[in-house]
């Protein structure tokens, strides 16, 4: 089965679920390593776009190919059905209809679950086009006065020149990398399992790849 991801490019090989340690969501409990992903990329922008607000139009999102194996027990659900189960799952990987479009279905992945296998076959960068984002904003940007209503192509043409440019976007990139580092150490210092422990431990390369980077 392939699934597909988008996300911020820091954390684009985390196959270990390290967002849900700190976050609930939908099908998770906080403290519950999860991976939320997508039959189609239409319905991950989608699920993407339904939480974005207009002024953090992030710049480095990438859209993940992951590939699990057929070996992998899976299991159609609903989202409260994914919940009930999400601390103790009974397979690795709930096929889940979204709210958003009901016809489709999210991917929603257990890491810690028995049987779980994954791999990121590809990672390529993804632009969100302004319009999308336009008719998202519609009443926000209405409801602003005329002086200051500039085109849309305008405010994120801005929005991207003023991160580019500014030390301090680089800066709070690579805090934010630190602390993500600092939360799967947290996570491999408690795993009891070894195959666990080898995702986080490739997690938390792939963050130091990208740390190094940003020197």
């Known amino acids: 089965m392939i699934a597909y991801r988008l996300t911020r490019s820091k954390y684009a090989n985390d196959l270990a679920g390290t967002g849900g340690v700190h976050a609930g969501g939908r099908c998770n409990y906080i403290g519950t390593p999860v991976i939320y992903a997508a039959e189609h990329p239409s319905l991950a922008l989608a699920e993407v776009l339904t939480h974005l607000p207009f002024?953090?139009?992030?710049?480095?999102?990438?859209?993940?190919?992951?590939?699990?194996?057929?070996?992998?027990?899976?299991?159609?659900?609903?989202?409260?059905?994914?919940?009930?189960?999400?601390?103790?799952?009974?397979?690795?990987?709930?096929?889940?209809?979204?709210?958003?479009?009901?016809?489709?279905?999210?991917?929603?992945?257990?890491?810690?679950?028995?049987?779980?296998?994954?791999?990121?076959?590809?990672?390529?960068?993804?632009h969100i086009d302004e319009r999308l984002l336009y008719r998202i904003s519609a009443e926000e940007l209405q409801s602003r006065s005329k002086k200051n209503d500039l085109t849309l192509s305008h405010k994120i043409a801005f929005q991207q020149l003023e991160r580019n440019t500014n030390t301090s976007y680089f800066e709070s990139k690579k805090s934010d990398l630190m602390l993500s580092r600092k939360l799967v150490l947290q996570q491999l210092e408690r795993s009891d399992s070894e195959r666990y422990s080898e995702l986080l431990r490739r997690t938390l390369a792939s963050l130091d790849r990208q740390i190094e980077e940003l020197g």
């Open 55 to 126: 002024d953090q139009v992030p710049l480095d999102y990438v859209l993940v190919t992951i590939e699990v194996p057929d070996s992998v027990p899976t299991q159609r659900a609903t989202p409260e059905e994914a919940l009930a189960t999400s601390q103790n799952p009974v397979v690795p990987v709930y096929l889940v209809p979204s709210v958003i479009v009901p016809q489709e279905l999210n991917v929603v992945m257990f890491p810690q679950a028995a049987g779980f296998a994954a791999t990121v076959k590809h990672v390529e960068p993804f």
